[in-house]
Nanobody
Framework: QVQLVESGGGLVQAGGSLRLSCTASGRINSINSISAMAWYRQAPGQEREFVAAILRTGGTTSYGDSAKGRWNISRNKAGNAVFLQMNNLKPEDTAVYFC????????????WGQGTQVTVSS
């Protein structure tokens, strides 16, 4: 089983920046069963939204519309941590941000963290 733990959320003024971190822990075979790690977010009363993803090997990235041009996803060399650098934050970015791991076997994001709150004040 893989555990994902997020950190780095908080309160920031519009135009500011935050860096979210997510670390995967567990048995090495379990971590190596993850092909990609991603960030999703969910605002109150809204559906969960894709933010960004990165492959554990190769580092190919993809971004949702809300993140393009403003944010950057990266990973450490070991591939067990992922980061989301969020710049030029807007009040509409306020949400709980979740880290997710995509299982090689299913092709789905089967592993989720508990989430970290990001609040952007105007």
């Amino acid at each position: 089983q893989v555990q994902l733990v997020e950190s780095g959320g908080g309160l920031v003024q519009a135009g500011g920046s935050l860096r979210l971190s997510c670390t995967a822990s567990g048995r090495i075979n379990s971590i190596n069963s993850i092909s990609a790690m991603a960030w999703y977010r969910q605002a109150p009363g809204q559906e969960r939204e894709f933010v960004a993803a990165i492959l554990r090997t190769g580092g190919t990235t993809s971004y949702g519309d809300s993140a393009k041009g403003r944010w950057n996803i990266s990973r450490n060399k070991a591939g067990n941590a992922v980061f989301l650098q969020m710049n030029n934050l807007k009040p509409e970015d306020t949400a709980v941000y979740f880290c997710a791991g995509r299982e090689i076997r299913t092709g789905s994001y089967d592993h989720w963290g508990q989430g970290t709150q990001v609040t952007v004040s105007s």
